[in-house]
C-alpha cells in the first residue's frame, strides 16, 4: 500500500535506464522511455493537503503523455481540482472531494515513434473507521461454559491494533484461559465467577491517522452451579464445574486451507475451549519444526516472519486437558506473484532486414498469464512479419516500419509485472557524440581515458592514431568507446585522432592530452607531542606541476574532517608557508592530522600522530570502605585519563572540620599503578578526602571530596617528642616538649603528666599535670642527673607508655684549675701543652673543655721592651693536651689552662714561663746588582725585617745563565759572615753575560728564604768602556747606597702603618664565652670550638717599594694570631697593647709582632 502526505507518504520512483540495455543519445529520433513514475497504491489520508502522481519520460521528439482511469480515458485538465505539469505527465490532486478520484490510473508517453505506459497506480481514499451504534444484551453464561466476545472492528489505513479494556481504560488480564484472537475477538477457554462484569470495551487504534475507536460496552455475568448440578444466583457455596473435553472456539470444523504469498508473514491460530483450560501443541506432519517458527500468545498462534516455499505443508494443532484432546489441521499452501527469472527484456537497435525477438521470462505460482502489447495497443500475429508465441516476440526481416515500444505484462492473481521494450530498425552513418579538440590532462604514470562516443547502426569500427601513426604496445588499450593509455609518460602528450567508420560513412574526432608532473609530499609531517597550552607546528612541503598552480592547495584534515581555516574570528589555527601552527593546544586538539597537497588533478596525503601531553583528570568514584574499624580505612579510586603521560603517583588529601575547617592537606602517596590507598586516621575527627594525579607535566586537579567520615575518640596514638631538659640557673630545671598536633588529641581534655625523679637515687616519681608544653622543677641540686618522662592523655584515656630520657639540672662554673702544666717546645713556632684534668665534680656541669691562654712578654732580641701580647686557643671536650701553634721564635712567652662548661670559665692554673729558639731570619727586603763591569757587578741589600735570632751573616749563590734556554751553565756560592754587610763586590765574572743572584740571610738556626734577582755584566768596547768608568766613579756609589737606605726606611713606615688597629681580643673572649645566665641550650649541647672553626689573621694592604712582584720576595712571619680569631690586642680603654719599631741590632732589623708581606 502506499502513504503519501503529512504522514510523510514515500513516493517511490521506478527509475529505469533510457532504454533497457540500450543507450542512445537523444540527438537520435527514439521512442519514449519512462524514466520515473509513482509507483501504488496511494491511500489519501484526512489531513493529505494534496496528492502527486508522477509520470515522466525522456524520448526524440519529446513525448506527450496521457492517462486513463479504470480503463477509460483520463484527461486531467479539464478537472479544475487537478495541476498539471506541462513539462511531463505529472499532475496534482487536491484534497478536497478525492473520493471520485478513486481508481486505477495508467500513464502513457508518445511520440510519433512510438508510445511508452507505465504500472497501473491505484488511488484509495478510505472512510474514517468507526464502529457502528448497537445495543448489546448481557451475556449470560454458566460457570466453566467458553464465552466470545466479539469485537468485529472496523477497516482503515493500517496499522490497525486492538485492545480490550475496561471503560476505566484497564486492561482485561489475559492468559491461558483468556485471550484475544488475530481477529480481535476475546475468547475464554471456560468462564469463571470472576470473569463478571458490565464493561468489556473493544478498542479500535488506526496510528497513521492517529485514531481510536471504541465498540459499545458489553456486560458478562458468570452463574455458579448448584451442588445438584442446577444453578443458582443465590449464595449458596457452588461446587467446581465438571470436567469438559477440549474443543476448537478458533478456527472451526477439522481442517482449514491457508493460502500465503512467499515473503509474508505466516499466521495459524487454535484457541481451545475446555476444563480444566486445555494446554496447546503444533507438529508440522512430514516434517520438523524449523528454528524461523515462534509460538506466542500461551502457544495459541504460530507464525513465521517471512513464510517461504519449503514451509509449506501440513500442521496440526493439539487441545487437551485431563478430559480428553481435540485437533485441528491446517493445510498451508505457499504461492508468488510474477518475478523476472533473470531481469526485464532490453531494448534493442537492429539494422534493417535482420530478426528480433524479444522473450519475456517470467515464474509465479500460479504461472503468469503473458499479455504483449505495441505502443499501448494489445498486439497479436498478423499477416505479416510479426509473430507472437506465449513468452516471445518474433520480428522477421525486421523494418523501419517495426520501430516501436513493445510491452510485456506478466500477471497472477497475485500481482502482475510490465517492462517497455524500445525497438529500433535504422541504418545509421556514425555519428560522433564526443566534442572535438577535447582537452584531457592527466598525471605522469597514471591512467587515462579519452572517449570516442558513437552512435551509428550498424555499430562502427574505432581508429585511434597519434601524429598520423598508429598506437602501438600493452600501454594502449582501445575500447569500444574510448582509448585507454596505462602508466602515461611525458612523451604521451599529443594530439590523437579517433576513426569511427561502419558501412554507411565514416567520421573523425580529436582529443588532446596533455601529462603533467605529480602532485608530491617532500617533506612529510611528522608525530609531535606537545604540552597542552603550548603551540604545535606541522610542516607539510609539496612539489606540484606549475601549471596547476591556480588549483593547488593545500588541505589540512584532523581525524578525516577537514579543519576550518581563516574562516572563524578566533581560531587557533594558522598555516603559514608549509607550516600549520595550533596555538594553546588543548586536549581537544589530539588526534591525526592529515595534511593533503592536492590539484585539479590529483592530490598526495601524509598524516601524523599529535599527542597533547596534559596533567592527568581528576580519579572518579572514590569509595571508602572499613578495614578493621572506623579509623581503618580503605580509599578506591578510578584513575582518570593521563593524557599520554604515564601517572606517577597519586596524592590523598584529606579536610577536617573541627580545627582548620576548608583546609586540605596532604595525607598519603601512592604509585601511579596503585589506585587504592590504606589510610590510618586520628579519632575524634569528621573527615573528608580527596585524590588528585601526578604525571611528567605535573598535578592534575583534584577529585570530587568523599562524603564525610566521622571517627570516634580514641586515647592519644603517641606521647611528646624533642623533649628539651635546660638549666638556665643553678638550682632549677626547665623541661619543654614538643605538643602534640590538633588531629593527634583523639579526643577532648587533653594533657600531659611530666614524671622525673633523680637518676640512681629515688624510686618513686614525682609527678605534675599540665596543659601546657614546658615545666619547671625548682630547688635542685646543681647538675644533678635526672629522669624525665612525659605521657600524653585525654578525655578517653592514656596514651602508650612513655620512654624515660636523662637530664641535668642547672650547671654553674667550674671550681677548680687544671694541675701539673707542662710545655714542650716542639720547634721555633710550636709547642705541646700538657695538664692534669680536673676533677669532674668541679666542673658544675657539661664538659665544655680547656682554654689555652699565652702571653708574648718579650722578644729576646730586644729584652728591655714589654710586648705584653696576649693569645688563646680553645679545645673542646675531655682532654688532657693540646698543639699550640703560631709561636713567635726567640720569644718568651707565659702560658696557662683553664676549664669551662656552659656556664662559663673556671679558674686559671698557675702559669708556666717559656722561651722559643732562634729561627731562621725572613727574607731580605730589598736586593739590587748594580754598577756592572765586564768581569764583576756590585750587589746592594737590607737587612732582614725579622732576624728571629742573632743574625749571623749572609748565603749568596749566583747562576751564570744560557739566555736562550734560561738554562743554568755554572754556579757558585759565597758566605758572608758579617751581620752589618749589606753590599758585596763580585768579580770573576764573564763578559757580556747573564747572571741570576740568590740571597737570604742566616742566624744559628740556618738560613731563611732567598731573594732572586739578574743581572748582566759588559762587554769593552767604545761607549761601553766609558759607561763602565762612570760607574765607579765614588759619587756614584754614594748615590745609590743613599738610595737603598731611603728604601729601608720607606718600607719601615709602611709597615707600621699597616699594624696600626687590630681586633680587640677581649670583646672576642667575650664572645666566645657569654654569659650563659642568659642563653637558653639544650640538656645534651653547647658550643663547640675546634682547630677547625680557627681563622688566620687577614692580612692588611701591602706597601709596595717598587712596581716588580718577584717569586720569593714576601716576608712571611709565623704568628699565633693566624690561629686564633684575633690579631693585635687593646686595654680596656681602647689603647693598642704593645708598640711597633724598628731597632737595628747586630745587622738585623726588628719588624712588627703582626705578619706583613713586603715586596721590593
Given amino acids: 500500500m502506499r502513504l503519501e502526505g503529512s504522514l510523510q507518504l514515500v513516493l517511490l520512483l521506478a527509475l529505469t535506464s533510457r532504454a533497457t540495455g540500450l543507450r542512445i543519445p537523444l540527438e537520435v529520433e527514439q521512442p519514449p522511455t519512462i524514466v520515473s513514475h509513482t509507483l501504488g497504491p496511494i491511500i489519501v489520508l484526512p489531513f493529505d493537503n494534496t496528492i502527486t502522481v508522477q509520470c515522466q519520460a525522456i524520448g526524440n521528439p519529446p513525448p506527450e503523455y496521457r492517462w486513463t482511469k479504470d480503463g477509460r480515458t483520463f484527461i486531467p485538465s479539464e478537472f479544475s481540482k487537478i495541476r498539471t505539469d506541462q513539462r511531463n505527465g505529472t499532475f496534482v490532486l487536491h484534497n478536497k472531494d478525492l473520493v471520485q478520484f478513486q481508481g486505477k490510473y495508467r500513464c502513457f508517453a508518445y511520440n510519433k515513434l512510438g508510445t511508452a505506459m507505465a504500472d497501473e497506480i491505484e488511488i484509495i481514499v478510505p472512510n474514517i473507521p468507526k464502529f457502528p451504534k448497537e445495543t448489546l444484551n448481557r451475556f449470560i453464561v454458566l460457570e466453566g461454559e467458553p464465552i466470545v466476545l466479539k469485537c468485529n472492528p472496523p477497516e482503515g489505513v493500517a496499522p490497525r491494533q486492538i485492545y480490550w479494556m475496561s471503560l476505566d481504560l484497564q486492561h482485561i488480564e489475559q492468559d491461558e484461559r483468556v485471550s484475544m484472537g488475530t481477529d480481535g475477538n476475546l475468547y475464554f477457554s471456560n468462564a469463571l465467577q470472576k470473569d463478571s462484569r458490565p464493561d468489556y470495551c473493544c478498542f479500535a487504534a488506526f496510528p497513521t491517522i492517529r485514531t481510536i475507536v471504541q465498540k459499545t460496552a458489553m456486560a458478562v455475568v458468570i452463574k455458579s452451579l448448584k451442588a445438584d448440578n442446577g444453578s443458582s444466583d443465590s449464595g449458596e457455596v457452588a461446587e467446581a464445574p465438571p470436567a469438559r473435553m477440549p474443543s476448537l472456539l478458533l478456527p472451526s470444523g477439522v481442517q482449514t486451507v491457508k493460502l500465503f504469498l512467499k515473503g509474508e508473514a505466516m499466521q495459524l491460530e487454535c484457541i481451545p475451549e475446555g476444563y480444566p483450560t486445555p494446554n496447546v501443541t503444533w507438529i508440522k506432519m512430514g516434517g520438523n519444526m524449523t528454528g524461523r517458527i515462534k509460538l506466542t500468545n500461551f502457544q495459541r498462534l504460530l507464525s513465521i516472519p517471512a513464510v517461504e516455499e519449503r514451509d509449506q505443508g501440513k500442521y496440526m494443532c493439539t487441545a487437551e486437558n485431563s478430559a480428553g484432546k481435540a485437533v485441528h489441521y491446517f493445510d498451508v499452501i505457499v504461492e508468488e506473484p510474477p518475478k523476472w527469472l533473470t531481469e526485464p527484456p532490453r531494448s534493442q537497435l537492429t539494422v534493417i532486414g535482420s530478426d528480433v525477438h524479444i522473450k519475456c521470462s517470467v515464474s509465479g505460482k500460479p504461472p503468469p498469464v503473458i499479455t504483449w502489447r505495441r505502443n499501448g495497443e494489445i498486439f497479436r500475429d498478423d499477416d505479416s512479419n510479426r509473430r507472437v508465441l506465449e513468452d516471445t516476440v518474433v520480428l522477421h ?215 597533547v601531553l596534559d596533567v592527568p583528570d581528576a580519579p572518579t568514584n572514590l569509595e571508602i570502605s572499613e578495614i578493621k574499624s572506623r579509623r581503618n580505612i580503605s580509599l578506591s579510586w578510578i584513575p582518570g585519563s593521563d593524557h599520554s603521560s604515564a601517572i606517577a603517583e597519586f596524592v590523598v588529601e584529606y579536610e577536617e572540620s573541627k580545627w582548620e575547617p576548608g583546609r586540605w592537606k596532604e595525607l598519603q602517596k601512592v604509585v601511579g599503578n596503585q589506585a587504592t590507598a590504606e589510610l590510618a586516621l586520628h579519632g575524634h575527627l569528621n573527615y573528608q578526602f580527596r585524590v588528585y594525579a601526578v604525571n611528567a607535566v605535573g598535578p592534575g586537579p583534584p577529585s570530587e571530596p568523599t562524603r564525610r567520615h566521622e571517627t570516634p575518640p580514641a586515647p592519644p596514638e603517641r606521647n611528646p617528642e624533642n623533649i628539651k631538659i635546660q638549666g638556665h640557673l643553678p638550682h632549677q630545671m626547665d623541661i619543654s616538649w614538643e605538643p602534640l598536633l590538633a588531629i593527634e588529641h583523639n579526643g577532648p581534655g587533653l594533657e600531659y603528666k611530666v614524671s622525673y625523679r633523680k637518676l640512681g637515687v629515688e624510686d618513686v616519681w614525682t609527678e605534675h599535670m599540665v596543659k601546657r608544653h614546658s615545666f619547671v622543677v625548682r630547688n635542685t641540686s646543681t647538675f644533678v642527673p635526672y629522669e624525665i618522662k612525659i605521657q600524653s592523655r585525654n578525655s578517653d584515656g592514656w596514651g602508650p607508655e612513655p620512654k624515660v630520657v636523662t637530664g641535668y639540672s642547672g650547671e654553674d662554673v ?347
Fill in 397 to 611: 526481416k525486421a523494418t523501419p516500419e517495426d520501430s516501436s515500444v513493445y510491452q510485456c505484462e506478466a500477471s497472477n492473481d497475485h500481482g502482475s509485472l510490465l517492462a517497455n521494450v524500445n525497438i529500433m530498425v535504422i541504418n545509421m552513418a556514425p555519428l560522433i557524440l564526443t566534442r572535438d579538440y577535447q582537452e584531457y590532462a592527466v598525471v605522469l604514470g597514471e591512467d587515462v581515458h579519452m572517449n570516442c562516443s558513437v552512435f551509428s547502426s550498424p555499430p562502427s569500427n574505432i581508429f585511434w592514431s597519434k601524429d598520423d601513426a598508429t598506437l602501438e604496445g600493452e600501454r594502449f588499450f582501445e575500447s569500444e568507446q574510448s582509448l585507454k593509455i596505462f602508466s602515461t609518460e611525458k612523451a604521451d602528450s599529443g594530439k590523437y585522432v579517433c576513426v569511427a567508420k561502419n558501412t554507411e560513412g565514416t567520421s573523425t574526432v580529436t582529443a588532446v592530452l596533455d601529462v603533467k608532473d605529480p602532485t608530491k609530499i617532500v617533506a612529510p609531517p611528522r608525530d609531535v607531542q606537545v604540552v597542552s597550552g603550548a603551540s604545535a607546528q606541522l610542516m607539510c612541503e609539496a612539489t606540484y606541476d606549475k601549471t596547476l598552480r591556480g588549483t593547488f592547495e593545500v588541505v589540512w584534515k584532523k581525524d578525516g574532517e577537514e579543519i576550518p581555516l581563516f574562516l572563524e574570528e578566533n581560531s587557533r589555527y594558522f598555516v603559514d608557508d608549509d607550516m600549520l601552527q595550533i596555538m594553546n593546544v588543548n586536549l581537544s586538539d589530539q588526534g591525526n592530522y592529515t595534511c593533503i597537497a592536492q590539484t585539479s588533478l590529483d592530490e598526495d596525503a601524509a598524516t601524523a600522530l599529535l599527542t
Fill in 814 to 1160: 667550674p671550681t677548680a684549675a687544671p694541675r701539673d702544666i707542662a710545655v714542650e717546645v716542639i720547634n721555633t713556632t710550636i709547642l705541646r701543652v700538657s695538664w692534669t684534668q680536673v676533677p669532674y665534680a668541679t666542673v658544675r656541669g657539661h664538659l665544655g673543655g680547656y682554654d689555652v691562654h699565652w702571653v708574648r712578654r718579650k722578644s729576646l732580641l730586644n729584652p728591655n721592651r714589654v710586648l705584653d701580647e696576649h693569645h688563646a686557643m680553645t679545645f673542646t671536650g675531655k682532654r688532657s693536651h693540646a698543639i699550640v701553634p703560631g709561636l713567635e721564635p726567640f720569644s718568651e712567652y707565659k702560658l696557662t689552662v683553664n676549664v669551662f662548661n656552659k656556664k662559663g670559665n673556671g679558674p686559671k692554673s698557675d702559669p708556666v714561663t717559656f722561651s722559643t729558639p732562634e729561627g731562621v731570619p725572613q727574607q731580605v727586603p730589598i736586593l739590587t746588582a748594580s754598577n756592572p763591569h765586564k768581569d764583576s757587578i756590585l750587589l746592594v741589600w737590607g737587612p732582614p725585617l725579622e732576624a728571629n735570632g742573632i743574625l749571623s751573616g749572609y748565603h749568596l749563590q749566583y747562576h751564570l745563565i744560557n739566555e736562550t734556554s734560561l738554562e743554568v751553565l755554572d754556579s757558585q756560592e759565597v758566605n758572608i759572615s758579617g751581620p752589618d754587610t749589606t753590599r758585596w763586590q763580585l768579580w770573576g765574572l764573564k763578559e757580556g753575560r747573564l747572571y741570576r743572584f740568590h740571597l737570604s740571610a742566616c742566624t744559628q738556626a740556618g738560613c731563611g728564604p732567598a731573594l732572586a734577582e739578574e743581572s748582566r755584566t759588559v762587554t769593552i768596547e767604545g761607549v761601553a768602556s766609558q759607561g763602565s768608568d762612570f760607574s765607579t766613579q765614588g759619587w756614584f756609589i754614594g748615590t745609590m747606597c743613599a738610595v737603598a737606605l731611603l728604601t729601608l726606611i720607606a718600607l719601615m713606615a709602611c709597615f707600621v702603618r699597616k699594624n696600626k688597629g687590630g681586633k680587640y681580643a677581649v670583646k672576642e673572649k667575650e664572645d666566645l664565652h657569654p654569659d650563659l645566665e642568659s642563653q637558653e641550650m639544650s640538656d645534651d649541647t653547647f658550643n663547640e670550638y675546634s682547630d677547625s672553626d680557627e681563622k688566620p689573621l687577614k692580612g692588611s694592604s701591602l706597601c709596595s717599594l717598587s712596581g716588580e712582584d718577584a717569586a720569593g720576595d714576601s716576608v712571611s712571619r709565623d704568628s699565633l694570631v693566624d690561629y686564633t680569631d684575633g690579631g693585635g690586642e687593646f686595654n680596656e680603654d681602647g689603647s693598642f697593647i704593645g708598640e711597633y719599631s724598628g731597632r737595628k741590632q747586630r745587622g738585623s732589623v726588628s719588624g712588627p709582632s703582626g705578619p706583613g708581606p713586603v715586596t721590593a
